[in-house]
């Protein structure tokens, strides 16, 4: 049994995030909707023929650029290409203009580096198109695979999600308030046109009702949830495991012998 275990902030028991690729405007709705109920939402969009591009069908009508600060203030704008084009089909060179185009423009209209990111269709585990986006300047990227668990991923440049909008939610929420696991994650992902299109927004409504405004739930960004599992694992402890030190700018929270305790950025403590 580890002497050290791993919190939420806070002593929260499990964290919800959840991510929405596209940046239609039915993301105006879906955060109203995550508004009233406490959700945070990452907004993966592609600066370069979206935005602006309002064309008459529903499934193509964009959010603007001037509205992009102001909608998904309290929540993260993150990276889509440019273009939405096959990353593992294109050239080496042509990913990375896509990815570093994209933060360029979203940059300028969020006001905040960009540096997560959702996968263009998806797309399989490659090791060459995670290497360009490293060197993009991307820290996660999720795909489209779930997993249906509420594990971390162990490289967070390939972050599985545990379900799609249009799977079973309610009973993996119930799985999940039942996990024992104290790293436990639920990580929910779509497109906000898909509620529209298939007239059943009253779906996120009873996401929100079933998973919003829990006192032992965290609700973050798919980028607050990767700044603070990556300050917990980037922890140092010393050899004979009797003190830490937190080196990162986040603070961390953790459990010694079942009692919560706290480590600010900086900070060594004795264990
Ligand atoms: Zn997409």
């Not at 959840?18 to 039915?26: Q, V």
């Not at 436990?184 to 927004?201: A, V």
Request: charged share 25%.
């Amino acid at each position: 049994m580890n002497r050290l275990v791993f919190s939420w902030p806070n002593g929260k028991v499990g964290a919800l995030t959840t991510s929405w690729d596209d940046g239609t405007i039915h993301d105006r709705r879906l955060i109203a909707i995550f508004n009233r109920h406490g959700i945070k939402g990452t907004f993966n969009i592609n600066s370069g023929v979206l935005i602006n591009r309002a064309k008459k069908t529903v499934r193509y009508n964009y959010v603007s650029a001037k509205e992009v600060a102001r909608l998904f203030k309290g929540h993260e704008v993150a990276v889509h290409t440019a273009t939405h084009p096959f990353l593992w089909r294109s050239p080496d060179s042509m990913i990375f203009s896509e990815v570093v185009e994209d933060r360029r423009v979203l940059e300028s209209l969020a006001g905040y580096p960009i540096l997560g990111m959702a996968l263009p269709y998806g797309g399989p585990d490659d090791e060459r198109v995670k290497k360009v986006l490293k060197a993009a300047g991307i820290l996660y990227c999720r795909p489209v695979a779930k997993n249906e668990n509420f594990e971390l991923p162990a490289d967070f440049m390939y972050w599985p999600v545990t379900c799609h909008q249009s799977g079973d939610f309610v009973s993996l929420w119930e799985k999940f308030l039942k996990s024992p696991n104290q790293e436990k994650l639920f990580y929910l992902w779509g497109h906000s046109y898909e509620f529209p299109r298939d007239n059943n927004w009253e779906r996120m409504e009873e996401f929100g009702k079933l998973t919003g405004k829990r006192k032992e739930i965290w609700y973050a960004t798919n980028m607050q949830i990767y700044n603070y599992v990556t300050a917990w694992r980037s922890l140092s402890c010393s050899v004979e495991m009797n003190c830490l030190e937190n080196r990162s700018g986040v603070e961390v929270w953790f459990r010694l012998e079942g009692e919560l305790k706290r480590i600010v950025p900086g900070q060594i403590v004795k264990l």
